[in-house]
T-cell receptor, first 112, second 113 residues
């Protein structure tokens, strides 16, 4: 089954403790992206990647890092999480730059 | 970036057609209109997209006006599972051509028995 898988689905952690949210897709898509969703602010793009080793900032990249060492994986790294990064995070992938994006089920992060 | 305007909420009876409007009066000639939906807090789901012609797939139909300043998503026979927030998005291209999706607040569709 074609899918985008995120882990973990839920995480409660404390300020400053490094964490990684993994994202994996099995559709051989070149394009991948991370979004965060906050009440009243809609979905905002954090980072995106157009291929292996090619990444760029989205609208809200501060406090996040990404890497794309393999085509299928696009982890989101929070080196020193802070409470303002408490949010619902989505990973997405697409085959083409303008193609439909396929989203994972989301990761709900709470930073205390 | 072309902005979209959608009603905050709409109701529809189960089995009837749901017609969701979207205004995008500043859309450029080469910008596409995309529709996604989000059920509860699940990941957004792609529905359909189009440039100027009307489009239909197994989920819905998309009607774009001739001047492209507005469009309507049609769910021909709404079911309770179609209750969701529907987002109308005009394609926004990132600096290197990647399709960055900018989601607004969308239309909350409630399908009732």
């Amino acid at each position: 089954e074609a899918q985008v898988t995120q882990n973990p689905r839920y995480l409660i952690t404390v300020t400053g403790k490094k964490l990684t949210v993994t994202c994996s897709q099995n559709m051989n898509h070149e394009y991948m992206s991370w979004y965060r969703q906050d009440p009243g602010l809609g979905l905002r793009q954090i980072y995106y990647s157009m291929n292996v080793e090619v990444t760029d900032k989205g609208d809200v990249p501060e406090g996040y890092k990404v890497s794309r060492k393999e085509k299928r994986n696009f982890p989101l790294i929070l080196e020193s999480p802070s409470p303002n990064q408490t949010s619902l995070y989505f990973c997405a992938s697409s085959l083409q730059a303008m193609g439909p994006q396929h989203f994972g089920d989301g990761t709900r992060l709470s930073i205390l | 970036d072309a902005k979209t305007t959608q009603p905050t909420s709409m109701d529809c009876a189960e089995g009837r057609a749901a017609n969701l409007p979207c205004n995008h009066s500043t859309i450029s000639g080469n910008e596409y209109v995309y529709w996604y939906r989000q059920i509860h807090s699940q990941g957004p789901q792609y529905i359909i997209h189009g440039l100027k012609n009307n489009e239909t797939n197994e989920m819905a139909s998309l009607i774009i006006t001739e001047d492209r300043k507005s469009s309507t998503l049609i769910l021909p026979h709404a079911t309770l599972r179609d209750t969701a927030v529907y987002y109308c998005i005009v394609r926004v291209v990132g600096g290197t051509g990647f399709q960055k999706l900018v989601f607004g607040t969308g239309t909350r569709l409630l399908v009732s028995p």
